[in-house]
């Protein structure tokens, strides 16, 4: 089946056609919840919960973009429901400790070009082991290309909040990532 024969298929509720939807997404969608999320488990549930939307409003897509790119913002913003659930958890701005101290980031490594060599699941780890606030904000701005204002406006914060937990999510990305940079020779 092609991608036009699953999308009729599924808004004729066609078991066989919502199957092959999922299973040829599940990844890729998969892969963008599981930055937003806590852990696997989280991303599992957002990924389910993201797919039963896309089957309830399936005949909103307009076909103006990719059906890929559709799923894809159901799913960001799914995540983002999850999280609006514990509005605390992305308006937290600092979890810098007063003890805590500044790392030092040797001149042969500042440049941010030496990351592209880290692992692309170290990183996620690294994603998810930030804070929801920074996590979430460091997706929304990075990833998905949302202005701050966007930003601001989805997560129901200033945008002043949103610049600041930007800055300190990739603070904190650096410091927890600054190990497994293999700086390059001839730096």
């Not at 890729?28 to 806590?38: I, P």
């Not at 949302?146 to 930003?151: C, F, V």
């Amino acid at each position: 089946m092609d991608e036009i024969e699953i999308i009729k298929g599924c808004l004729r509720k066609d078991r066989a056609s919502q199957k092959a939807l999922y299973d040829y997404y599940f990844s890729a969608m998969l892969g963008v919840c599981l930055r937003y999320a806590n852990n696997q488990e989280q991303a599992n549930d957002i990924v389910h919960e993201g797919f039963l939307k896309a089957f309830l409003g399936l005949k909103n897509f307009n076909h103006s973009g990719t059906l890929e790119g559709w799923l894809r913002r159901i799913m960001v913003n799914t995540a983002i429901d999850v999280l609006r659930k514990n509005k605390q958890s992305y308006q937290i701005v600092s979890t810098v400790h007063p003890d805590d101290k500044t790392i030092e980031i040797p001149e042969e490594i500042a440049d941010e070009e030496v990351f592209i060599h880290i692992e692309k699941e170290d990183i996620l780890k690294a994603v998810q082991e930030l804070t929801p606030a920074y996590r979430t904000v460091f997706n929304l701005y990075v990833i998905e290309n949302y202005s701050h204002k966007e930003i601001a406006e989805m997560l129901e914060i200033s945008e002043g909040t949103s610049k600041s937990n930007l800055s300190k999510a990739k603070y904190n990305l650096r410091k927890n990532l600054i190990h497994l940079i293999k700086v390059p020779h001839g730096k």
